[in-house]
């Protein structure tokens, strides 16, 4: 399975806006000051944690939006895997812009990354079950698109990307419906034939009513082992399962051993820390 | 000391893109779809962990700007310390927009309340100390301004809002000038009188290098506590001084211990995890 | 089944840009050289034509915008049909504002509300069946979101918003693959849980083949009543079946007599005339 | 005469916005997941319709910007004519930018193109007359400077491109005004030298007004052949004639015998059908 | 003859982004951390010279959009002549915003009230001639419209606003073309029926012969008021007389007295200083 | 000292917004109509006055944003002087994009060489004397960065580019907090440690009492050059001192002469007139 890209057109207003952000209406002061303007370098990208890299293109842009001549060999594509020391990619050029774009460029590149690898953690803590990681909806504003990537990059795979692509039935839709039933049928009379609905359960009445209904998937909300697993059998490929609830890779274990076909993550997208990665000048 | 407050001109446009961006280009299927147009409710943002809290503002925001009938009152104001259970704010109006504004409005709380926390953590652990801990420009992109409130509110201090609001001569810079006294040349000349200078020393050599041009600030980075104490010793009051370097709410004591000024910590803004706040219907 | 409405936070771009771009840089040369800035009057919206109303939201939106004292009494609201002659709504307040504001107004209603006219001379050709008329992706550039509202005020259903909700493999994807199996196999490996699968088939063959890989749904291409008919009873509910081909109101009655589910048309986006309605002052 | 361009940074930012509008959040999941990155494929743009052809450059820009190693060669330029199966252009590049922006491409070729022959329509049947087919400000939101280019590849000319650039006075404005001269005396003292005046008049008698004004022009509505040919006798060159009301290819050519300088159209912008095009794999 | 307006829709970008550029990231850090936030004040705008006032509607707008409930009372609306120490307006609010949106408000205010004043300079100068003092597309990036509105607000005219809303044939295009005529024809056949053509000429030769092409209007540039004398007589009233080149308050009457309709000046929107208004705490 | 550069990346949208400005929504009707597409042209800027040049890197930048195949080579670069008739740079390409773009382009370099001859003069009138010349936050509404760059440009130095970047306490701050010590003590509290502080002073009672609280500058706002004097005594170097008020190349040699460190004059970026730099087509 390859990863799939991020267009180059969906990134550049992140990667200038972050750019102007840092450069604010002066400019880099320190660089442009002290360095002469042909004045080139050499630089390496740096792990100095082992991980897995997400958001190179990203940080080439940045280097390429302040100063065209800069070029990037990357070393370890996204997705990879680096251990501390590994180095990343070869970037070149003169040295104002990679002293200019350098904290930009790193920031995207470990804020991406850290997501990456947490996903990778729990990837492989549940390697051989057939459970696949999924993000939520929990992302850094304005970010979504690059976060739910970098889920991927980490092995991982995305829930729903906004309010508008898909259904998700939750408790308080289910309230104000008055019930599972009427929720799911005022969805369905109301979205188009390629929007799935998926409904929250708390119960396995719940899921019982839920699944008579013929929905999509089923969220299977702060359930234990044990009532997942009765609920994936109640269930038979009827439809799909999630589970949910503050899973981390030491608990996922005993989770995707249950046989649930998802487990989705919130903290992968806003509580994963940056991987450690360093621009070297040499 | 007050907390220096955001602008509400500035937050619009981060609040007005992140509901676009869950909203796409249909909007919240599931909630138009099952939720009548005049049913209200009423909600509370509850803390489901303690810490500080930080983004009422930006909350507040999203849920006006989906929908202008909703009022919230504040119960613990940005800045307060909650713990788990705690009613942070009350909000009510259509049913509608505030399901439909929640994820956003958490999205942001949760990430700016757990830079907030994080912080705290820091200023509470050298509490009696005189040094500020304050943050860096490693910031998630494009939210440089909100984190940096969020820093403040945890009762930590800001350090440069970018590459054009003070100069900072790292060790690269100093490699290209050919030595500090170059450096700071040049950047004398180059700036405004209301910019101030900074330097980053790895040794005291070099300290006293810095000491002798004059410069406003030094960057004592990855020193030992001994080195530090021998640092601000040295300096005696010519100059601000910073410690940085990987330091955790459990390492910041000895460090604050050596009379330091300022502490700067990047993790506070880079890998903060959320503070847990969920939004209960009543 | 009620109207998904438009978020106001997703239309006011639109009709702020399209307001920006009458007024040019020097405004409504013609209204404010003539008309007092005190002057007031009442205008009413009315058909010139047959047919179904949408868009209103924008209109008001287009009024408010230039001069917020202008307010709206909508007496046939989106999604209701009128006769030629019938009063949409009343609109009063500064003159200038309701010279000014008009034309972007009629603009967009008279748009939205020949789409959705279109759409409801098709729903209303096919009544009694179960198809449902569903748009297409072939939208007036910038203009998706609304056109596709549009077409739910015409009693339709939406398909695809764009490229990233839902995979529709067509002919060219399939070549590229190698063949049916091959695509979707590869689709399943990249997409969320979330994201259904459709595929367009040519003949029965093709459709046999998709059904078995377990699609959610089947486009059926130009296909003759009799072929749709076979393939609907070959398909038996395992699958969503989807007709499409430059229906039109006068062959939409024999297409839905196959049993499809649905029924594809361009044209009500693409090109639909305007409905006929006009601002007049009392 | 040689039809005015449209400059390249005035229609970038239609093309990237329907382009993004297209890509959504997650971009083009079907291509992406089962297109290898390193396909090549040559395309061709078909008429399937015949027509006039309008809006390459916007195509083109489509595919460059989502890749620009595509390349367009045009065998029929914008304002040329196309017999169904005629090839406009050929493109090529690599598989997944083709088609990844081919729908956004289509999308705008199509309906500009549609208006190109609409206008074409009209233009052919009045050969032989002196009169020039205009548009109006009945235009789609956002996309009146393409449309009207669209109109000028069709032959026809433009009328006013907002409210901005010249005057016309309409009834409600001579209404207000309390008369013709009225209205005429303040437009003139409140508009610049190189700014036109134009007047509606519904009567012999008001153009007569109007003529005696020394109006730049005269909005002659509704009126029948035969009045438009009195009119056109009584104006006698002192003004320019331009007629209007709901006229047609049909209706068009007694229209033009009469002498008069102009017919405009609404239908050209808002009401004309695509011009089928589509995008053959090689 | 009334000011025409600005309409607020059109300038609510220019004031919102020139906010933000002062704002920064970090906001007024003086006001926030000096005053408190339930200070309010009364303030006056005072005119320290005199002049001719424009662009209240700008600063009440810096001032409303930091702070809505900031109220301004104006006592000399736009146009407006002062003398020195005369109350413009008064503007009481809570203090904070009156003093964060001080500075901004002023710079729009001085400058627009500088040319206002340039431009009452020179109309006041050739008071009793017919002639009109008008401005050029020689205005500061960015500004056009509101530098416009400033030289009406001081009793002269505008100019074309854009390339787009009228044809100025000068020297460069006449050469390109080969003659005057063949420039003109070009033109005409290019443009619509509402767009004027003028032509710069240098000589009476070169007026002669745009005179009989018909032209709409002449500039007569960098003539003597001889010349232009003779150049008014040859023209006779057949078409709009302008006279350019570095006319001045001084000079301008002579250049009246020719009987040229338009006198135009660059430097009322590049050169003129700015009318010194200040913002006076009660 | 070398001139701190402008990053492109922070131009472009000011050129862009300005050449769009300029286009409207038809474009360079005048050109388009009249010069073959293929038509190229060699021109040259010439000084018409003599001063300092500043902003060729915007005005090359309008003319490759037109036409990416016009080049230009810069004669004398930015901060160069130049005496009436000297070639500043050769610009050539296609002849369409050199008219369509130069009044774009020379609207940017006049103005912002007319702040860099501006300040220049002031500059030239104080050489000897150790003060420099700064600029104010008085700048034309968005033009700050280019605006602050051309001050530069004519051996100015930059004030604050904000409100943001540094503390300046003013009498109204002061009258506020009920006196200096108090303002300045809350300054301190709220801002980071980088953020240097500067009060200004009427009296020399003030003074010292601002010297004794350690600011970091003080300005002498509108005091006499006796006054200076004893002011820069006072200080004796313990904080930066900056003169202001209304002071010309006339007076500021005098100012010069007192011992302080700045001369700060609003009049360089508010009310410089343009530089009159001519293209001249070969």
Known sequence: MHLLPLSPIMIEP????????????????TTDAIVPVDRV???ILVARQGGVVAGLDLAALAFRLIEPRIEMTIHCPDGGEVVPGKTIA???????????AERTALNFLGHLSGIATATHSVVTAIRGHKARIV?????????RTIEKYAVRAGGGANHRFGLDDAVLIK????AVAGGIAAAVERARAGVGHLVKIEVEVDTLDQLDEALRLGVDAVLLDNMTPEQLRQAVTMVAGRAVTEASGRITPATAPSVAATGVDLISIGWLTHSAPVLDIGLDFQ
């Open 14 to 29: 992140l990667v200038r806006n972050a750019l102007l952000e840092d450069l604010g209406r002066a400019g880099d002061l």
């Open 41 to 43: 370098a050499t630089t």
């Open 90 to 100: 070869t970037i070149g050029g003169p040295a104002r812009g990679l002293l200019t």
């Open 135 to 143: 993000c939520t909806r929990k992302t850094t504003p304005g970010l």
């Open 171 to 174: 408790d308080n839709h289910i």
